[in-house]
T-cell receptor, first 112, second 111 residues
Framework: DAGITQSPRYKITETGRQVTLMCHQTWSHSYMFWYRQDLGHGLRLIYYSAAADITDKGEVPDGYVVSRSKTENFPLTLESATRSQTSVYFC???????????FGDGTRLSIL | GESVGLHLPTLSVQEGDNSIINCAYSNSASDYFIWYKQESGKGPQFIIDIRSNMDKRQGQRVTVLLNKTVKHLSLQIAATQPGDSAVYFCAESRNFNKFYFGSGTKLNVKP
C-alpha cells in the first residue's frame, strides 16, 4: 500500500552525537517536508524540498541538515544533537504545493 | 512567524452532538487553510481545506467556515462520534508556501 514511512519510530541518543531520521514516500510526490512538534508550539517547519536536489529552509532550520538525492527519500540529519532537539519529528509529502500534505507517523527523538 | 491559534485548548462533547472547533489567524494575506486531525501516536491526517475565495466548504460530516473579516476559521463536526476524539489543528499559508500550524485543540467525545 502506498504511503509515507518514517524510521526509526523511536530513538534515544546523547548530546553531540549525529543522528539521521529517515523518510520514504511511495507516491512520487514532488514536495517533501520536515516538521518538529513540541508541546505548546504545534508543528514547525524545519526544511522542505520542492524536488530532488532542491531544498530550502523553513522556520527552524538551525542544527539540521537535509538532502534529497532521490525523489522518494528525504533524510533529516542532526549533525551534533542537543537537548533542545528532543521532539517528535514528522515528515510529510504533497504532489504539489497547492495540495494538502500527507504525514508520516513520526519519530520520537530523545536526546540525553 | 505567523500566528495561528485556537480559542479552546480542550473541548468535551457528548456523542451525537455537534462539535465546533475554532481557530484565529493573524495574517490577513493568508489564502489557504487546512484542518488536520491527529490521533495519539500518529501523524496529522488531512480533513478538509478551504481557499480564501470561499467562506464555506462541506465534506462528509465536516464543514469549514472562513470569516476573513475577523480572521477566524472554524471546523464543525456533525453527530460527533467516539472515533472523532483527537487533536485538531488548523494551518494557514500565503501563496501556498510555508504552512503555519496552530497548537491544537483536543476533542473529547463522551459516550
Amino acid at each position: 500500500d502506498a504511503g509515507i514511512t518514517q524510521s526509526p519510530r523511536y530513538k534515544i541518543t546523547e548530546t553531540g552525537r549525529q543522528v539521521t531520521l529517515m523518510c520514504h514516500q511511495t507516491w512520487s510526490h514532488s514536495y517533501m517536508f520536515w516538521y518538529r512538534q513540541d508541546l505548546g508550539h504545534g508543528l514547525r517547519l524545519i526544511y522542505y524540498s520542492a524536488a530532488a536536489d532542491i531544498t530550502d529552509k523553513g522556520e527552524v532550520p538551525d542544527g539540521y541538515v537535509v538532502s534529497r538525492s532521490k525523489t522518494e527519500n528525504f533524510p533529516l540529519t542532526l549533525e551534533s544533537a542537543t537537548r533542545s532537539q528532543t521532539s517528535v519529528y514528522f515528515c510529510a509529502s504533497s504532489s504539489d504545493r497547492v495540495q494538502p500534505q500527507h504525514f508520516g507517523d513520526g519519530t520520537r527523538l530523545s536526546i540525553l | 512567524g505567523e500566528s495561528v491559534g485556537l480559542h479552546l485548548p480542550t473541548l468535551s462533547v457528548q456523542e451525537g452532538d455537534n462539535s465546533i472547533i475554532n481557530c484565529a489567524y493573524s495574517n490577513s494575506a493568508s489564502d489557504y487553510f487546512i484542518w488536520y486531525k491527529q490521533e495519539s501516536g500518529k501523524g496529522p491526517q488531512f480533513i478538509i481545506d478551504i481557499r480564501s475565495n470561499m467562506d464555506k466548504r462541506q465534506g462528509q460530516r465536516v464543514t469549514v467556515l472562513l470569516n476573513k473579516t475577523v480572521k477566524h476559521l472554524s471546523l464543525q463536526i456533525a453527530a460527533t462520534q467516539p472515533g472523532d476524539s483527537a487533536v485538531y489543528f488548523c494551518a494557514e499559508s500565503r501563496n501556498f508556501n510555508k504552512f503555519y500550524f496552530g497548537s491544537g485543540t483536543k476533542l473529547n467525545v463522551k459516550p
